[in-house]
């Protein structure tokens, strides 16, 4: 069938959904100008009601938007009969994340990286629309869902090994591994059978840490007791965090996210997809429940460690009955702690994750924050853009910051906010950003930007050598 672009362009009405004017003003400009008929909206929901109104040829949606993201309005769409043949376009900041199976999910014909060019944005749709007009407009998963099968399904299904049987395996598996390590080094310690230091300061020198973390990834992945809880597992590197919590969301599933990277873990409990809360081990002080009460001024450094030694209750619980703190300040810190650990999580590029379906932790089921994911994935994807910009300008975080007095005079104190002013009082010309950050009780996004406002505004500068 030959195929006539300029027919189609006349006949060819185009959805654009996006939650940034800026795009669907370019986006619609482009288009326009091109022949296209083009209707742009802001929100899923405001698109699927446009669907029912009129008849569109094309849409192209936004990946991640704050209210119902590219998934879940893809999912809507498809669940009425007469609009799952229209064809989707994703556009996205971050193609790297939307990979082959969220495409796949989605049923998209194709994927855009903003920002795009005009010629990009014009071939993808044109490419697109000739597909439609052919009549192979379907997702490469639709189309090869329509294929034959190359044989025969089997008609029963392969035999699942018994439990006992799987479990005797990875004992084995451990087992074997562990004595493959050993073996080696117990040859050359001799007469040092009973020193437990001295053969395990051997082991750590003889076996390198690339075996070690094979042991643990076998020791990890072997269910001696039969749990075997974890539905999900991945590498961080093949599949980011954002993506999984995309997924969960849209799954909405419930259970516990462990994502790990070197010493680090954070742990998500979901519940429906939601986030119920989120805790951390080994991340930092800067993500303690304690340093988000002091810093909006509800206690002081030596109350919250008072209150640690006074109890073993969690700490907000115990900061509620000594009437320091009230239930709303104590969501408010839940909030912004399980919001700023998924923003941490979201810049690791290496690690592991795993999805859990045991039950949620006890303080995970009292605080239930039922946060969006959409909406702090956005966020955090935004912040970690940001935060490889301010740490490139900011420079190394051994560098000492001295204030000049003279261009502070001028600004005046005054004019300055809080947060800004909490940061130059820290400043004493001999101590680092390093040593800086944990003073101010902020994040080390928040002061680290702040730094980066004075360089610029030339009210600090980095000590010279």
Known sequence: MWYDAS?????????????????????????????????????????????????????????????????????????????????VVLMTGRADRVREQFVELSGALDVITKPFDEEALVTVVEHALERVARGSGKSPAAERASEPPLSKPPSRPPSVPDEDVIRGRDARLFVTRLASMISPVLSKLDGIHADESKIAQALLEEISPFALQSLGVTLRDADFAGGRDVVLSGDLAVVPSGAVLQLLQMEQQTGALVVSHASSEITVTLRGGLIDLVQSRGAGDEFRLGRYFVQEGLATPDEIETALASSDSPLGLTLMRIGKIDEKQLRAALLRQSSELIYEALRWQRGRFEMRSKPSAPLADSARLALPVASVVIEGFRRVDEWRVIEARVGRFDEVLVRDPVAIETVGMENLAPNERALLEAIDGTRSIRQLVPLTHMSSFDACKIIFQLTEARLVRRRSR
């Not at 060819?12 to 959904?17: D, G, K, P, T």
């Not at 040829?57 to 007469?82: H, K, Y």
Request: net charge negative.
């Open 7 to 87: 027919e189609t362009k006349m006949s060819a009405r185009i959805l654009v959904v996006d939650d940034s004017p800026a795009i669907r003003k370019v986006v619609s400009t482009i288009l326009e100008a091109r022949g296209y008929s083009v209707h742009a909206v802001d929100d899923g929901d405001v698109a699927l009601r446009a669907l029912g109104e009129e008849s569109f040829s094309l849409i192209l949606l936004d990946f991640a938007m704050p209210t119902m993201n590219g998934l879940q309005f893809c999912r809507a769409m498809r669940a009425v009969e007469r609009w799952r043949s229209i064809p």
